[in-house]
């Protein structure tokens, strides 16, 4: 999992409020992503950031809101708008894309946070 | 639309014999494509990526994958099986021209089970 911590590894909330997941990484890497797994589905990406104080919705952000203040931290609040929260959610991050369309930039993960909505 | 298909939801092999997780893609033009390993409750491990060059790529732990054109496939193979192997194992892709995003799309997985 190298230096990308996500806390708490266990999150229980009750229907109607919103929380936020924690991620932090000490690569010095710009780009940090955040996806949802769920059973037989594989990883979808919810937002990604590119650069501190930048954010783009990923495939289903709808639900879910992001901030990217500093570097190292990338935070994700599920609100009370996403209609089946409970899932197990990575956060990753890799070097940032060059200007060019070829980067090659790996994405390594943290360890996860299971969100279970009472 | 780009796309990565894991054709078999699990794969059992004994301990000792050499193992194969099948990963195929869609996408337009040259791939980016990765293989990860996840154990029960924790994250995405990398193990290896192809991006150019030669067809058979090493990895961590033993692991190989070979890039075929032809077949858009790209599986991954261990010579010996390992009882610690037992793990989800994920194929992504990503389009070599998909800009800044770094967008990768994840197969649905492929859960091995190495029996001793």
């Known amino acids: 999992d190298g230096g990308i911590t996500q806390s708490p590894k266990y999150l229980f909330r009750k229907e109607g409020q919103n929380v936020t997941l924690s991620c932090e990484q000490n690569?010095?890497?710009?780009?940090m992503y955040w996806y949802r797994q769920d059973p037989g589905q594989g990883l979808r990406l919810i937002y990604y950031s590119q650069i501190v104080n930048d954010f783009q919705k990923g495939d289903i952000a709808e639900g879910y809101s992001v901030s990217r203040e500093k570097k190292e931290s990338f935070p994700l609040t599920v609100t009370s708008a996403q209609k089946n929260p409970t899932a197990f959610y990575l956060c990753a991050s890799s070097r940032r894309t060059g200007g060019g369309a070829t980067s090659t930039d790996t994405q390594y993960f943290g360890p996860g946070t299971r969100l279970t909505v009472l | 639309a780009q796309s990565v298909a894991q054709p078999e939801d699990q794969v059992n092999v004994a301990e000792g014999n050499p193992l194969t997780v099948k990963c195929t893609y869609s996408v337009s033009g040259n791939p980016y494509l990765f293989w990860y390993v996840q154990y029960p409750n924790r994250g995405l491990q990398f193990l290896l990526k192809y991006i150019t060059g030669d067809n058979l790529v090493k990895g961590s732990y033993g692991f190989e994958a070979e890039f075929n054109k032809s077949q858009t496939s790209f599986h991954l193979k261990k010579p010996s099986a390992l009882v610690s192997d037992s793990a989800l194992y994920f194929c992504a892709v990503r389009d070599r021209y998909g800009g800044a995003t770094n967008k990768l799309i994840f197969g649905t997985g492929t859960l091995l089970a190495v029996q001793p």
């Open positions: 690569l010095n890497h710009d780009a």
